[in-house]
T-cell receptor, first 115, second 112 residues
């Protein structure tokens, strides 16, 4: 049973709209991540957070922004959606202590289509 | 930054065949992980390896942490149709570096 939840699962939206992708986890993990996955399969890290009020940009430049006001919640926002933002967005979280030795737990993803 | 080379990029096999895929890195990792992603879902952790030379099994899956700490492989024996998906390797240098580095994935298709 999933302990990290992403909503919506699918979203089709018009160009120029503001959207927020939700991600919540119930495991008390300090670290959370957003990945963008294109049809080519590769996972691109776009944002991460090591705790409340901590956010960093990832390896792939993204026009999206994130916030971490509560440990369990890590939403991603696009102020003005464009067709180039069409992609699968995956949220993940991990424990502290042994670094990433415990691995990441991923949500089921949000498939975003901007028309 | 750290990069992982995962191969093959895709595999198209018959049910019952064994499968092997691997990852190599230009730098040393302290942890190697293997994930599987099924269509429409997020990746799920299959096997975690924490020690050079470690060989770990999970059912029909076996993974090894290379002695040089720069590579890992995953074997699937007697493949079945539900093995279909994308397999990712991931590595971590450990310590204060909490982020995983992911390979580009191996797409596995199994013909019944």
């Amino acid at each position: 049973e999933a302990d990290i939840y992403q909503t919506p699962r699918y979203l089709v939206i018009g160009t120029g709209k503001k959207i927020t992708l939700e991600c919540s986890q119930t495991m008390g993990h300090d670290k959370m991540y957003w990945y963008q996955q294109d049809p080519g399969m590769e996972l691109h890290l776009i944002h991460y957070s090591y705790g409340v009020n901590s956010t960093e940009k990832g390896d792939l430049s993204s026009e999206s922004t994130v916030s971490r006001i509560r440990t369990e919640h890590f939403p991603l926002t696009l102020e003005s959606a464009r067709p180039s933002h069409t992609s699968q967005y995956l949220c993940a979280s991990s424990e502290s202590g042994r670094g990433s030795g415990y691995g990441y737990t991923f949500g089921s993803g949000t498939r975003l289509t901007v028309v | 930054g750290q990069q992982l080379n995962q191969s093959p990029q895709s595999m198209f096999i018959q049910e019952g065949e064994d499968v092997s895929m691997n990852c190599t890195s230009s730098s040393i990792f302290n942890t190697w992980l293997w994930y599987k992603q099924e269509p429409g879902e997020g990746p799920v952790l299959l096997i975690a390896l924490y020690k050079a030379g470690e060989l770990t099994s999970n059912g029909r899956l076996t993974a090894q942490f290379g002695i040089t700490r720069k590579d890992s492989f995953l074997n699937i024996s007697a493949s079945i149709p539900s093995d279909v998906g994308i397999y990712f390797c991931a590595g971590s240098g450990g310590g204060s570096n909490y982020k995983l580095t992911f390979g580009k994935g191996t797409l596995l298709t199994v013909n019944p």
